[in-house]
């Protein structure tokens, strides 16, 4: 049975920090192509981050600079370390992975930033 994971969303003040992890298991976690995304209220999911098996990283462009995405394959978790958070980093963030055409995703985390 193949699970992925969130913890570590909540409530944090703009500038704030928020570490989010996505630990996975039932799939061979070191050959997906690990990804964060992000939903807000009325607003289609979008992409925020992506890391590849070999480690190659990509971002979209509202979160370069403030945002990074890592993953430690001897645990089976991908990571999103969240900085200078702003009140538009708010939605429900939800973990994917991929590898072929096998697709999985978590059940989401709420990040939400206010003051």
């Known amino acids: 049975q193949v699970q992925l994971v969130e913890s570590g969303g909540g409530l944090v003040q703009p500038g704030g920090s928020l570490r989010l992890s996505c630990a996975a298991s039932?799939?061979?976690?070191?050959?997906?192509?690990m990804g964060w995304y992000r939903q807000a209220p009325g607003k289609q999911r979008e992409l925020v981050a992506t890391?590849?098996?070999?480690?190659?990283?990509n971002y979209a462009d509202s979160v370069k600079g403030r945002f990074t995405i890592s993953r430690d394959n001897a645990k089976n978790t991908v990571f999103l370390q969240m900085n200078s958070l702003k009140p538009e980093d708010t939605a429900v963030y939800y973990c994917?992975?991929?590898?072929?055409?096998?697709?999985?995703w978590g059940q989401g985390t709420q990040v939400t930033v206010s003051s």
């Open positions: 994917k992975g991929v590898y072929s055409f096998y697709v999985y």
């Open positions: 039932g799939i061979t976690f070191s050959s997906y192509v």
């Open positions: 890391v590849t098996s070999g480690g190659s990283t």
